[in-house]
């Protein structure tokens, strides 16, 4: 069973950055971070395939967040710049048993245990 491990959160001005980490315990495929928002689902943030070759975004984070991940393929990183306040949420960590990435919830199979992240106004 693959352990995902969050790191990285925390509370930022609006305009502010964040860089969230997700250590894995093994080698790890497509990976993806999704957040949830008090009452709201969990929602696709940022994904990127096995390879790292390939990178897709929400509509609301494109432009202002990069996904990456390390050579050895045990570490995914989330960098979050222009931070809004609409961005609080728990942050999930996410990874799925294919070479391919995915943006829906139930397409991953490991789940980390959150992170939080708060943008003040």
């Known amino acids: 069973q693959l352990q995902l491990v969050e790191s990285g959160g925390g509370l930022v001005q609006a305009g502010g950055s964040l860089r969230l980490s997700c250590a894995a315990s093994?080698?790890?495929?497509?990976m993806g971070w999704f957040r949830q928002a008090p009452g709201k689902e969990r929602e696709f943030v940022a994904g990127?395939?096995?390879?790292?070759?390939?990178?897709y975004y929400a509509d609301s984070v494109q432009g202002r967040f990069t996904i990456s991940r390390d050579n050895a393929k045990t570490m995914v990183n989330l960098q979050m710049n222009s931070l809004k306040p609409e961005d609080t949420a728990v942050y999930y960590c996410?990874?799925?048993?294919?070479?391919?990435?995915?943006?829906?919830?139930?397409?991953?199979?490991?789940w980390g245990q959150g992170t939080q992240v708060t943008v003040s106004s």
């Open positions: 990127i395939n096995w390879s790292g070759s390939s990178t």
């Open positions: 996410a990874g799925r048993r294919s070479l391919s990435g995915s943006t829906e919830v139930h397409g991953y199979d490991y």
């Open positions: 093994g080698r790890t495929y497509a």
